[in-house]
């Protein structure tokens, strides 16, 4: 444990210090976002535009990370076993990535269609059965969706068959 804390230290000085617009967590074995990284990261988070918090253990994510990483733009949370995301995710206002592939969502994350800059959306190898086709093809931005991997129903597989404004992999 205590080897796991360190190199989630060493990571987050290194931004720090290298003044980085990336944290990289991933692979630390993490079940939540340490709360002492927001108090070291506080006077740098307008800088963080990229977290990766890829293949670690978290069950959820803290409404906190994205209140104080306003600025983000990419959020790559692949490989956790994350269910949901708080309600505040549909509030980030440059957020133009997202990965949530390899997790354990059953329903499809209704507050990514509240925002407008979203550009990709990575949801391969979840339980998501259902895909709100309509609400996507009203996003502005949305290039590309991956919900490879699902156990999608059949209603969601022919609205995914009819043409839209982005691609999808499915």
């Known amino acids: 444990m205590a080897e796991a804390v360190a190199h989630v230290a060493r990571r ?4 720090v210090e290298e003044g980085k617009d990336t944290l990289d ?5 993490l079940i939540s976002f340490p709360d002492g990284v927001f108090k070291i990261l506080k006077s740098v988070a307008d800088n ?3 977290i ?3 293949d ?3 069950k959820s994510i803290s409404t906190k990370l994205f209140s104080t990483f306003t600025q983000l733009r990419e959020l790559d949370v692949r490989g956790n076993v994350l269910t949901k995301l708080p309600d505040i995710v549909g509030e980030m206002e440059h957020l133009t990535c997202i990965s949530l592939a390899n997790n354990s969502f059953s329903i499809f994350p209704d507050k990514l269609s509240e925002i407008a800059t979203l550009e990709r959306i990575n949801l ?3 339980g ?3 895909i709100p086709v309509e609400k996507l093809r009203d996003m502005p931005a949305l290039k590309w969706l991956n919900v490879k991997s699902n156990p999608l129903d059949s209603n969601t597989q022919s609205a ?3 043409p839209h404004n982005f691609e999808i992999e499915w």
């Open 12 to 15: 987050v000085n290194a931004t």
């Open 25 to 29: 967590l991933s692979n630390c074995k």
């Open 48 to 50: 963080i535009r990229v």
């Open 52 to 54: 990766t918090l890829a």
């Open 56 to 58: 670690n253990e978290l």
């Open 124 to 126: 391969e190898g979840n």
């Open 128 to 130: 998501i059965t259902e």
């Open 160 to 162: 995914l068959q009819s």
